[in-house]
């Protein structure tokens, strides 16, 4: 089974531009996770998707919006890209996202906004 | 508060031997999971090992166990026999709730280098 994938693997953009990463899960997982992590605040949870509804929020500022598709992938969007955006950004799914559910994550996209 | 501590910013330990990452978690949840990640330099979350509030045994994974102590919320990461390819990030993580599409909560990571 093929594991989640996620495009582009690395991004360079400049402070006020938006950007758009995206994330294939894991063939039957119909949950979608994305994390940011950077080296000051380590990992830190973004949104979870799940059949097309946003089910839980983290605390990060409206710039940051993702959805997903009727096939379960998902995209999340940055817009007006701040210097502290750089980071590794990572998708995780699973199967319904339930308690115990393992989150399956993909390899990342490494944001730099210069 | 923080929810996860992992009090060891790097451990150092030799092939073959067996180490302890530590990890102590904080809820009022009587229900929760724990996991531990490893991220190696490329950058990939790897899924270890699982290990529920409700269970009465420590999980275990071929050489990767998990020393649950509930009365003191600690759940530490043993892995016994380490190899070259151990050398990574470490990461101990917890789901609370019953509820669906709740959100993993990380630690600072431990990063651990096996040496030959």
């Known amino acids: 089974k093929a594991g989640v994938t996620q495009t582009p693997r690395y991004l360079i953009k400049t402070r006020g531009q938006q950007v758009t990463l995206s994330c294939s899960p894991i063939s039957g997982h119909r949950s979608v996770s994305w994390y940011q992590q950077t080296p000051g605040q380590g990992l830190q949870f973004l949104f979870e998707?799940?059949?097309?509804?946003?089910?839980n929020k983290g605390n990060f500022p409206g710039r940051f919006s993702g959805r997903q598709f009727s096939n379960s992938r998902s995209e999340m969007n940055v817009s007006t890209l701040e210097l502290g955006d750089s980071a590794l950004y990572l998708c995780?799914?699973?199967?319904?996202?339930?308690?115990?559910?393992?989150?399956?994550f993909g390899p990342g996209t490494r944001l730099t906004v210069t | 508060a923080q929810k996860i501590t992992q009090t060891q910013p790097g451990m150092f330990v030799q092939e073959k031997e067996a180490v302890t990452l530590d990890c102590t978690y904080d809820t009022s949840d009587p229900s929760y999971g724990l996991f531990w990640y490893k991220q190696p330099s490329s950058g990939e979350m790897i899924f270890l090992i699982y290990?529920?509030?409700?269970d009465q045994q420590n999980a275990t994974e071929g050489r990767y166990s998990l020393n649950f102590q509930k009365a003191r919320k600690s759940a530490n990461l043993v892995i016994s026999a380490s190899q070259l390819g151990d050398s990574a990030m470490y990461f101990c993580?917890?789901?609370?709730?019953w509820g669906a599409g709740t959100a993993l909560i990380f630690g600072k990571g431990t990063t651990l280098s096996v040496s030959s």
């Open positions: 290990q529920g509030s409700y």
């Open positions: 998707y799940f059949s097309e509804t946003q089910r």
């Open positions: 993580a917890m789901r609370e709730g």
């Open positions: 995780a799914s699973s199967p319904s996202g339930g308690r115990i559910d393992e989150q399956y």
